[in-house]
T-cell receptor, first 109, second 113 residues
Framework: GQQVMQIPQYQHVQEGEDFTTYCNSS?????IQWYKQRPGGHPVFLIQLVKSGEVKKQKRLTFQFGEAKKNSSLHITATQTTDVGTYFC?????????FGGGTRLMVKP | DSGVTQTPKHLITATGQRVTLRCSPRSGDLSVYWYQQSLDQGLQFLIQ???????AKGNILERFSAQQFPDLHSELNLSSLELGDSALYFCASSTQTYTDTQYFGPGTRLTVL
């Protein structure tokens, strides 16, 4: 079935550094959603991208959907300790979410 | 607080036992989804119900079953439990369409000893 690969698995950054996580699919995605899960918490919806080449921003977070709709990225500028958590991409198709493996972000103060 | 509630928060049981996890969706949401999160398998979709009817099935074992009641709350039943069933089980809800945002509950942590 559909698989969404996400890299890297882990990322340690110094506070203030930038961070990027990438999602890739071998097939065209109908959409891509991004979720954040804080340690000990539950996934929280961040954003959905639908159109080819779409770029959306939320304060220090920039989300991109590739032109071929086979990849997506989440970039955080100047990380803060509050950004700690695992970031998941997911395709929402056919009433189910297919999640990538997640990228766990750790921020050193 | 997403508005989705799940009980219990933690559950410890033995192999071979049966447990029931409960989920109440956000007010007005008709769709309920169940997900399993484990270290080796990540976040996996199990099953979806919409207004009482099963709508989609994912990687759900035959030992697992679910239902959605007329008041829209849902239960996930896990039977003949194995050590490998230890995981976080999340319920999520959405208004209706498949492109809707899904709101996740706090999860039930199941430990099978």
């Amino acid at each position: 079935g559909q698989q969404v690969m996400q890299i890297p698995q882990y990322q340690h950054v110094q506070e203030g550094e930038d961070f990027t996580t990438y999602c890739n699919s071998s097939t065209t995605l109908s959409n891509i959603q991004w979720y954040k899960q804080r340690p000990g918490g539950h996934p929280v919806f961040l954003i959905q991208l639908v159109k080819s080449g779409e770029v959306k921003k939320q304060k220090r977070l920039t989300f991109q959907f590739g032109e071929a709709k086979k990849n997506s990225s989440l970039h955080i500028t100047a990380t803060q300790t509050t950004d700690v958590g695992t970031y998941f991409c997911a395709e929402n198709a056919g009433n189910m979410l297919t999640f990538g493996g997640g990228t766990r972000l750790m921020v050193k103060p | 607080d997403s508005g989705v509630t799940q009980t219990p928060k933690h559950l410890i049981t033995a192999t071979g036992q049966r447990v029931t996890l409960r989920c109440s969706p956000r007010s007005g949401d008709l769709s309920v989804y169940w997900y399993q999160q484990s270290l080796d398998q990540g976040l996996q979709f199990l099953i979806q119900y919409y207004n009482g009817e099963e709508r989609a099935k994912g990687n759900i074992l035959e030992r697992f079953s679910a239902q959605q009641f007329p008041d829209l709350h849902s239960e996930l039943n896990l039977s003949s439990l194995e050590l490998g069933d230890s995981a976080l089980y999340f319920c999520a809800s959405s208004t209706q369409t498949y492109t809707d945002t899904q709101y996740f509950g706090p999860g039930t942590r199941l430990t099978v000893l």
